[in-house]
């Protein structure tokens, strides 16, 4: 499970780049213990008259920070989604796989593998998903980190600021962290723009370096916010369109269907409860409630194809196969019908009724007292004549009614079908 044997060979070197990582995340951390600082002691404590007021803010304040110092927490100290040793090649085949000559030996070897497996995304020859340095069969959606040096299930991308990936572990975590930290950041910025006002105005807001913290944290709120605003609203689509970051780059490729950004895409509800879960109480609590295990997910061509007769198509699309077969030419009844019926020369084909057409043995012809080309002109057949008779007309020997509600004692609407 995973590349065992990197793991074990950390260097000096490695441990050092490994505490470096986490600088960014204490860089978030300072900024979020210095802005509590000078929003509850210098702004409120210090600054703020009215104890209602104050109350008032201090509450909305905290919730807000601990929501968000939670999903902080959450995405950084969930553990990334690893890739089952089930998923691992044996050495032997490994070794086969290595030996191979050409690609075509290679892709068979990774196809009996993985016969079993629930992997449907290929590599741009068609071949199974396979990770040299991992040596496992890639499950769908799943990719290396060369930061985290493993498979990863479902991977969007590697977040410095969090120091881990961003995964199908931690992914719900991620997008509420970055809507707490931007609700966070507004709030601040809000209950602050009235001192930044006064400053701009030049009245007085307070004294000493009290005034200047609550002028930094208005700015940083804003500059927080300002860049938080496009990440969440970036990361909010890829949820409704049930995208990675990745993915949305580079767009995985089907077994059936070929790439397609749009392959995973089940509609808005069901791709927000796929990360989110389906009780809603808790969608925006910072507890782990995705849907499904990180090694397979459901497609658009299991949702829309499976069971109601529809093809995938590699563009996203879905067309009804039942409605493509019925277009073509050799499933069409009335074909059919006009191969079983042997006609001379476009005459009109009569047969009395005692006597049974070869035409009666197929199933979808029943049988037809008259049957008439509709191709041959009237004026063309010198055997059919109509009769002065305004209520019958006479065709060859037979003398048919022309109340359009009978024919030869069938309603019309049995007779039409018998028309050829």
Not at 83 to 111: C, G, M, S, Y
Not at 210 to 230: E, K, P, Y
Not at 372 to 395: E, G, L, R, S, Y
């Amino acid at each position: 499970m995973g590349n065992e044997d990197n793991r074990r060979r950390r260097s000096p070197c490695s441990c050092c780049l490994s505490v470096f990582k986490w600088i960014p995340v204490i860089f978030i951390f300072g900024v979020i213990a210095w802005s509590y600082y000078a929003y509850v002691v210098e702004l409120c404590v210090l600054k703020t008259e009215n104890r209602a007021a104050m109350i008032f803010m201090l509450i909305f304040y905290h919730i807000a920070l601990v929501l968000f110092l939670w999903s902080y927490w959450q995405t950084i100290n969930t553990p990334v989604g690893r890739v089952p040793a089930q998923w691992r090649i044996p050495d032997e085949e490994v070794n086969q796989l290595f030996r191979a000559d050409n690609q075509e030996t290679q892709k068979r070897i990774l196809n009996n593998f993985a016969r079993s497996l629930p992997v449907t995304n290929r590599t741009i020859n068609g071949s199974v998903r396979f990770c040299e340095k991992c040596k496992i069969i890639k499950p769908d959606r799943s990719h290396h980190c060369s930061v985290c040096s493993c498979c990863v299930l479902k991977m969007d991308h590697h977040c410095p600021w969090v120091n881990n990936c961003v995964n199908f572990s931690n992914y719900k975590f991620f997008v509420l962290f970055l809507g707490y930290a931007l609700v966070y950041c507004l709030y601040v910025a809000f209950t602050t723009i009235h001192d930044f006002i006064q400053f701009v105005q030049g009245q007085p807001t307070g004294s000493g370096m009290g005034r200047f913290h609550i002028l930094f944290l208005f700015f940083i709120s804003i500059m927080f916010a300002i860049s938080l605003v496009s990440l969440f609203g970036y990361h909010i689509y890829l949820v409704l369109v049930n995208r990675t970051t990745l993915e949305a780059f580079r767009a995985p490729i089907f077994n059936i269907g070929g790439p397609d950004k749009n392959g995973y895409n089940l509609g808005r509800y069901a791709n927000f409860c796929e990360v989110f879960g389906d009780r809603w109480q808790l969608w925006f609590i910072p507890v782990f409630t995705s849907k499904g295990d990180g090694l397979y997910f459901t497609t658009s061509s299991d949702q829309f194809g499976s069971g109601t007769g529809q093809r995938y198509d590699a563009m996203g699309n879905t067309t009804s196969a039942a409605a493509a077969a019925s277009s073509r030419l050799d499933v069409n009844h009335t074909d059919k019908l006009i191969d079983a019926i042997p006609l001379n020369n476009h005459q009109p084909h009569l047969e009395p009724d005692n006597v049974q057409s070869s035409s009666n043995s197929h199933p979808l012809i029943p049988s037809s007292p008259v049957i008439v080309n509709i191709d041959q002109k009237a004026d063309a057949v010198p055997a059919t004549k109509t009769a002065t008779n305004n209520h019958v007309i006479m065709i060859g020997d037979q003398v048919v009614p022309k109340d359009p509600l009978q024919l030869n004692g069938i309603p019309s609407a049995i007779a039409d079908d018998r028309i050829v």
